[in-house]
């Protein structure tokens, strides 16, 4: 059984910087694609990023594009989200998600992944 446990949320001020960890335990992260979400108040869960099998190629969401890092250690069996110059509209809750095969096409959907994490609030004050 795959378990992901995000950790590293909190509350922040505008243009703060947070390191979000997701630790996966039950199998290697080697052998997943993992991803982040966030789902804001009243509205649905929404890609953030992405990372490949072996940590050499990743995606992000436009609105991220420049403030967000994805990285995996495979040897720590982690992945983290970076992110600086922190906004109010990037409240949320922070969920990451793993998946052994994504494509392109399908990558950004929430359906596309197989396990997830029950989420991080991460909450930014203007």
């Known amino acids: 059984q795959v378990q992901l446990v995000e950790s590293g949320g909190g509350l922040v001020q505008t243009g703060d910087s947070l390191k979000l960890s997701c630790a996966v335990s039950?199998?290697?992260?080697?052998?997943?694609?993992m991803g982040w979400f966030r789902q804001a108040p009243g509205k649905e869960r929404a890609f953030v990023a992405r990372?490949?099998?072996?940590?050499?190629?990743?995606y992000y969401a436009d609105s991220v594009k420049g403030r967000f890092t994805i990285s995996k250690d495979n040897t720590e069996n982690t992945v983290y989200l970076q992110i600086n110059s922190l906004k109010p509209e990037d409240t949320a809750v922070y969920y990451c998600?793993?998946?052994?095969?994504?494509?392109?096409?399908?990558?950004?959907?929430?359906?596309?992944?197989?396990?997830w994490g029950q989420g991080t609030q991460v909450t930014v004050s203007s």
């Open positions: 039950g199998r290697t992260v080697a052998v997943y694609n």
């Open positions: 998600a793993a998946a052994r095969t994504l494509s392109i096409a399908t990558y950004k959907a929430m359906g596309s992944y197989t396990y």
């Open positions: 990372i490949n099998l072996s940590g050499g190629t990743t």
